[in-house]
T-cell receptor, first 113, second 112 residues
Framework: DGGITQSPKYLFRKEGQNVTLSCEQN?????MYWYRQDPGQGLRLIYY???????QKGDIAEGYSVSREKKESFPLTVTSAQKNPTAFYLC????????????FGQGTRLTVV | GENVEQHPSTLSVQEGDSAVIKCTYS??????FPWYKQELGKRPQLIID?????GEKKDQRIAVTLNKTAKHFSLHITETQPEDSAVYFC???????????FGTGTRLTIIP
């Protein structure tokens, strides 16, 4: 199923290295989001963007950075400043209207060794 | 900011019985409450949502109720089936703000 694509599905990095997770959508959605999913902690918002060239910090933005240069793309960089980067990362998008369905990507499992 | 609490964290029910998952929220300005289902190894998908101008919404075997005064909302699944086994997340957001805050999830297991 298409719509919103995350790549790669699995990613391994050495401690101290920055890593960028890709998120692309062809749904013409204005809003895009990055969530982190850890066991027992649900989905926690890292960053979100409501329009191109604009984004806001979520609840756990420290150690992460994003860009929104194109409507279709919202890459997430996990920097070496993130203390516990090993997690499952989910990207989502939704139309810029009053509260409609958020469509999620398949996720990227990042393991830092 | 908004805080969403979800209970229980795990729930097992016999096939055919009903399941209820409850969530509370902290910000009285929240007015949109979706529920997402995440099957094992798959992405979360919206199953039902409710806005603050209604108290209940049904879709076949699934229903959601909202009590704005108490700031809580619940998911009800009737006549449960094995394919209902999944992790369910509630969420809340405020009109005009695209930020969606999720609960911690409930792992529902349907026992055949």
């Amino acid at each position: 199923d298409g719509g919103i694509t995350q790549s790669p599905k699995y990613l391994f990095r050495k401690e101290g290295q920055n890593v960028t997770l890709s998120c692309e959508q062809n749904l013409n959605h204005d809003a895009m989001y990055w969530y982190r999913q850890d066991p027992g902690q649900g989905l926690r918002l890292i960053y979100y963007s409501q329009i191109v060239n604009d984004f806001q910090k979520g609840d756990i933005a420290e150690g992460y950075s994003v860009s929104r240069e194109k409507k279709e793309s919202f890459p997430l960089t996990v920097t070496s400043a993130q203390k516990n980067p090993t997690a499952f990362y989910l990207c989502a998008s939704s139309p810029q209207v009053l509260h409609t369905e958020a469509f999620f990507g398949q996720g990227t499992r990042l393991t830092v060794v | 900011g908004e805080n969403v609490e979800q209970h229980p964290s795990t729930l097992s029910v016999q096939e055919g019985d009903s399941a209820v998952i409850k969530c509370t929220y902290s910000d009285s300005a929240s007015n949109y409450f979706p529920w997402y289902k995440q099957e094992l190894g798959k992405r979360p998908q919206l199953i039902i949502d409710i806005r603050s101008n209604v108290g209940e919404k049904k879709d076949q075997r699934i229903a959601v109720t909202l009590n704005k005064t108490a700031k809580h909302f619940s998911l009800h699944i009737t006549e449960t089936q094995p394919e209902d086994s999944a992790v369910y997340f509630c969420a809340a957001s405020i009109v005009g703000n695209e930020k969606l805050t999720f609960g911690t999830g409930t792992r529902l297991t349907i026992i055949p």
